[in-house]
């Protein structure tokens, strides 16, 4: 191929049609089990989580209810690939080659999300949420928010994934109250999360109709199940998604889009005779309402 201004646009062109190809291919659970928030001046603050006021009986006025004071800030990173193909490839028509490879990074952005929220729930055992403690708390009973110490939950545990501790953390969520004594989880539509470890486990508690001994399965479509090999070993989660927040956030700066550096007087041209290609974004995966979720490490029968 002659390397001219149309030449190198039309492989532009090519390049971002597989690569918007490969990112359509796959549609990300994140949008879906994390509430999509865009952020201002680079983050996203929220200044009401735990508050969630439902109608009180009306008398002489409507009574005001407390906005929670918590505040819990998400500050999207920037997240991204560059690479090059040399000018030399184009020369000789073997650039051919590199639209399987522009496919395949055009997936990958598109699952990228994913990876985070999935690496994010499991360090939520650890890791603390707009409450102060560890977003999936096993030995802490936490609070809805700061200085609120009515109908304080927990929202974990340390069982294995069976029918019996699937119920339970049903009945968990089930349990969990708003300082002013609503259910939280009164409106369900439940997704089981799980590796592939748990994979078996998971589709006969919520895939398989009939029990193996007979008799119906009191769990089968109970939840929606995803199993992701981002989430290793023995952890199980079970997330109420019928709200319109969610369990977690989705913070979002600038989606992640495909980009060429191919002018002839660039540095990567100019010096080291190649023409640049970069996937960048800029978000971030952080917790939400742990209310709305249960969590468990497996690590106990």
């Known amino acids: 191929m002659d390397i001219t201004p149309q030449n190198i646009s039309t492989f532009n062109?090519?390049?971002?049609?597989?690569?918007?190809?490969?990112?359509?291919?796959?549609?990300?659970?994140?949008?879906?089990?994390?509430?999509?928030?865009?952020?201002?001046?680079?983050?996203?603050?929220?200044?009401?989580?735990?508050?969630?006021?439902?109608?009180?009986?009306?008398?002489?006025?409507?009574?005001?209810?407390?906005?929670?004071?918590?505040?819990?800030?998400?500050?999207?990173?920037?997240?991204?690939?560059?690479?090059?193909?040399?000018?030399?490839?184009?020369?000789?028509?073997?650039?051919?080659?590199?639209?399987?490879?522009?496919?395949?990074?055009?997936?990958?952005?598109?699952?990228?999300?994913?990876?985070?929220?999935?690496?994010?729930?499991?360090?939520?055992?650890?890791?603390?949420?707009?409450?102060g403690t560890a977003f999936f708390a096993t030995t802490v009973i936490k609070k809805h928010a700061t200085g609120v110490d009515k109908n304080k939950f927990k929202n974990a545990f340390t069982k294995q994934l069976t029918p019996t501790y699937f119920g339970q953390a049903i009945a968990g969520l089930g349990k969990i109250v708003a300082p002013d004594g609503v259910p939280f989880n009164q409106v369900r539509k439940l997704v089981l999360v799980c590796g592939e470890d748990n994979r078996s486990a998971a589709e006969d508690i919520t895939e398989i109709a009939t029990l193996s001994g007979g008799g119906t399965n009191k769990y089968y479509k109970k939840a929606d199940l995803i199993v992701t090999p981002y989430i290793t070993g023995s952890h199980w989660f079970l997330l109420n998604m019928a709200m319109p927040f969610k369990p977690m956030i989705q913070g979002n700066e600038q989606p992640i889009t495909f980009t060429a550096k191919t002018d002839p007087q660039s540095e990567a041209v100019f010096d080291r005779e190649e023409f640049e290609y970069k996937s960048y974004g800029i978000l971030r995966l952080d917790y939400g309402l742990p209310q709305l979720a249960w969590g468990s490490t497996g690590a106990d029968a």
């Open 13 to 131: 062109r090519s390049s971002v049609t597989v690569w918007n190809r490969g990112a359509a291919s796959y549609t990300p659970e994140s949008t879906r089990l994390a509430a999509q928030v865009q952020a201002a001046a680079g983050v996203c603050v929220f200044g009401w989580l735990g508050a969630m006021p439902s109608l009180r009986p009306f008398v002489k006025e409507v009574e005001k209810a407390s906005i929670s004071s918590n505040k819990w800030t998400v500050t999207p990173d920037p997240w991204g690939v560059k690479w090059g193909i040399p000018k030399r490839d184009l020369m000789n028509d073997t650039y051919g080659q590199y639209a399987s490879m522009f496919e395949q990074n055009g997936l990958l952005s598109a699952v990228h999300p994913d990876q985070l929220l999935f690496n994010r729930l499991v360090a939520g055992f650890t890791e603390v949420d707009y409450t």
